[in-house]
């Protein structure tokens, strides 16, 4: 008994020793990690405001001046609210639509970008990692980059929104698509090639009724981002609400109150939508309605 | 029997709703755009669209185009690429192409084109059709040597002569004559005229001779190209740290912000019901009030530039992370924090022995995968408030005229983002694995 004890206790200490110290480096390295963020966090903080034409500490007592402008002006003239909201609101659904079509584009551009981009279901296995590039780029792209350029092309409207969200949105469902495709059995799809399916059957037929939901409820989720992302596209001339938010705000100071029509609509329009985009995608992953 | 009967007539009438469903959400959806089509006006877009513009736009990312133009008041020519004045060629060193003898001055635009101006005129020589002679004067106006029936690329007026061939552009008013010769490539893009390593390569400039009496090779041309007037690669490489540090000062400070908020919404830390509702209130009122109007009412309070857009990001993704976070602190396991307090830790080191472990690789990958997602927004941003890439690549549209400068733009752009995203990619895989391992 002694023994042991006499025998075991160094290679426990060593083994103490051995994990202490392990544990000091550790440490050591994330105390270095954190001194290096915080770093990054202040310079960058600093560099930032520097190239700012305001600087942080004196705007930061002017936040509520201008949200409380508006309110002041807009209870000034309540009795104009509804009718502003009736105004704007043709607008706002211009916005929801760009945002709709563009999703349902998009979705149909990332179905087939995905479907030719999985291993096992591509119908040209070699061109997978063109695919994958092409997927990757259209993702990269910004909307606001194709939106202007299209502009210039087309003219202001909802129709270079609607594109450019479309392409972007085709890349991200695209690469979440396929992912998607690479957890779909592939048994059906051997069955319908034995009894000669094109690869068009097989898809349509083996794959989809598989992989909709998860489909349904990406694409939900791109929906929601989607609305955002026309606002802000209709911000620099691309139509729907933000345009009409850009004119408010351009007529400065006595005309807030319209300004603040746009804020309720735009703020009621994507709560709206988040709430029964999360419900149906509760439904949709977990296969039941939820009460 | 009735049982098997009444499945049967179940299976008939669910697959008849699925055949219902097949047809009609195709339906629904041709008929939604067509609704579309009509409200967005797409039938009256041919009409608006101008497709002019657009091939100027692609003939402009790829190609330049030189201007020779004289001044048919002072008989001064100048040659200027793009026609910018930090572009133009000294009036003594004209370009090997544009030669002067006299008061004539000869432009060859190649394969045997060549347009000669003469002190009241200019002559053109196209292969294939003849001499084209036109004189202006003040009286006439603009005259030339062509019949009543013009070939398509010449139009004649008494104001203006415009010839455009394979080879270039001719204009020819009272008061200016100009030619337009394009070349490939975007124009002067590592040095412009004035610096002395205009036209040598790169060979040349690292082994050959000194060709900056005061600076060494390397270090004089890598100042010149950085300073290039023109296309201010310094400014531009700024304007993409700008954009970068505003995704990564917002997304991070939303981090810092909303982790501990999370903890105030997450039922199993926060017994407190209506405190936990008033944070989940704030964090959906943050979501809800979009980037575009937090940018806007930032904006106001900040002025333009990179602070406004980092705190706009802030604002945003404060409310997504808080919503992720306390998702992500609900669902931690309590075993853990228990095991902690058995050693009689205190509240904050149960939190970080308990759970911060748990849900660090949860938090990281999520904000790695917004870093990514907010250099694109930082972009956008950047258009509205005034900051980095974003806002010069609306001037630049602005301006229409400099798409080889938005060609460039776009192709900094989608390099950034995908770097981001390969790195933020790279970054989250560690991550999973070192919290395997």
């Known amino acids: 008994m002694a023994d042991t004890v006499t025998q075991g206790a160094p290679g426990a200490l060593d083994m103490r020793e051995h994990y202490m110290a392990l544990t000091r480096r550790r440490r050591l390295y994330s105390g270095v ?21 305001g600087g942080f500490w004196d705007g930061i007592h002017n936040i509520f001046a201008f949200p409380a402008m508006v309110i002041a002006e807009t209870s000034g003239k309540l009795m104009l609210l509804p009718a502003h909201l009736a105004h704007f609101f043709p607008s706002l659904v211009e916005t929801i639509n760009i945002a709709a079509v563009s999703t349902l584009v998009g979705g149909g551009l990332g ?12 119908r040209f296995p070699l061109l997978i990692p063109l695919f994958r590039r092409i997927m990757d780029i259209m993702r990269a792209v910004p909307e606001i980059v194709i939106a202007l350029v299209l502009i210039f092309i087309l003219g202001g409207g909802p129709v270079p929104a609607m594109i450019a969200i479309a392409f972007h949105t085709g890349g991200a469902l695209g690469k979440l698509f396929s992912e998607v495709n690479e957890n779909a059995d592939t048994k059906p799809l051997d069955g319908l090639e034995s009894v000669g399916a094109t690869w068009m059957q097989r898809m349509y037929l083996g794959v989809m009724p598989q992989v909709a939901p998860n489909y349904l409820s990406y694409a939900l989720l791109r929906f929601e981002v989607n609305i955002r992302a026309s606002a802000i596209l209709g911000f620099v001339g691309a139509g729907g609400i933000g345009y009409e938010l850009k004119n408010a705000m351009s007529w400065g100071q006595g005309k807030f109150d319209e300004a603040a029509a746009i804020f309720l609509l735009l703020f009621g329009a994507i709560v709206f939508f988040d709430q029964v985009s999360s419900h149906f995608r509760n439904r949709l992953t977990q296969g039941r309605p939820v009460s | 029997m009735t049982q098997t009967a009444a499945l049967k007539i179940q299976a008939a009438g669910l697959i008849s709703r699925k055949r219902m469903l097949a047809i009609a959400l195709p339906v629904a959806i041709l008929a939604y755009l067509a609704y579309i089509a009509v409200a967005f006006d797409v039938p009256g877009l041919a009409e608006r669209a101008r497709l002019d513009n657009a091939r100027t736009l692609v003939a402009d ?7 020779v133009s004289r001044d048919n008041r002072s008989g001064e020519v100048t040659v200027a690429i793009e026609g910018e004045r930090k572009g133009t060629y000294a009036p003594d060193a004209p370009p090997a192409w544009v030669s002067r003898e006299g008061d004539m001055t000869v432009i060859d635009l190649g394969h045997g084109h060549v347009v000669t101006y003469t002190p009241d005129g200019l002559t053109y020589a196209v292969p294939g059709y003849g001499l084209i002679e036109a004189t202006i004067s003040r009286a ?8 009543d029936d013009l070939p398509d690329w010449i139009s004649l007026s008494k104001n203006r002569l415009a010839i455009t061939t394979d080879a270039g552009r001719v204009s020819l008013t009272r008061n200016r004559t100009e030619v337009f010769r394009y070349f490939m490539g975007w124009e002067l893009f590592f040095f412009t005229l004035d610096s002395p390593y205009h036209g040598h ?7 050959g001779q000194r060709l900056d009496p005061d600076r060494d090779n390397l270090v004089g041309a890598w100042q010149d190209f950085w300073a290039n007037p023109m296309w201010r690669h310094a400014e531009v490489a700024w304007a993409i740290f700008e954009t970068i540090l505003m995704a990564f000062l917002g997304t991070m400070g939303a981090a810092l912000v909303a982790l501990p908020m999370a903890f105030l919404a997450a039922r199993n ?6 405190l936990r509702f008033g944070i989940r209130r704030i ?19 900040f002025g333009p530039g990179p602070m406004t857009g980092a705190l706009a990001i802030l604002t945003t993704d404060t409310g997504s ?21 058995s050693t009689g830790a205190p509240v904050l080191s149960r939190y970080r022995f308990g759970v911060i472990p748990q849900i660090t690789p949860v938090l990281l990958s999520q904000v790695l995968y917004y870093l990514e997602s907010n250099t694109r927004s930082a972009t956008i941003i950047g258009a509205i408030t005034g900051g980095g890439i974003g806002l010069l690549l609306t001037q630049a549209i602005i301006t229409q005229k400099d798409w080889e400068e938005v060609t460039y733009y776009v192709v900094l752009i989608l390099l950034m983002v995908m770097l981001m995203d390969w790195l933020s990619g790279l970054l989250r895989r560690q991550l999973i694995r070192g919290g395997r391992s």
């Open chain 1, 33 to 53: 990690m954190l001194i290096v963020f915080v770093a990054l966090m202040a310079s960058g903080f600093v560099v930032a405001n520097d190239r700012n034409a």
């Open chain 2, 283 to 301: 964090f959906d009122f943050l979501r809800g009030v979009d980037g575009l109007i937090w940018t806007i009412v930032l904006s106001r309070a």
């Open chain 2, 201 to 207: 390569s790169l060979a040349e400039i690292a082994f």
């Open chain 2, 321 to 341: 992370f808080g919503k992720m976070f306390s998702e992500a602190l609900e669902n931690v396991d309590g075993k853990q924090i228990e095991g902690v307090q």
């Open chain 2, 269 to 274: 830390f926060t017994p407190i019901g209506t």
């Open chain 2, 140 to 147: 006439r106006g603009v005259q030339a040597n062509l019949g």
């Open chain 1, 111 to 122: 179905m087939i970008l995905s479907l030719l981009s999985t291993r096992g279901l591509a």
């Open chain 2, 61 to 67: 990312s790829y190609s330049y185009k030189t201007h």
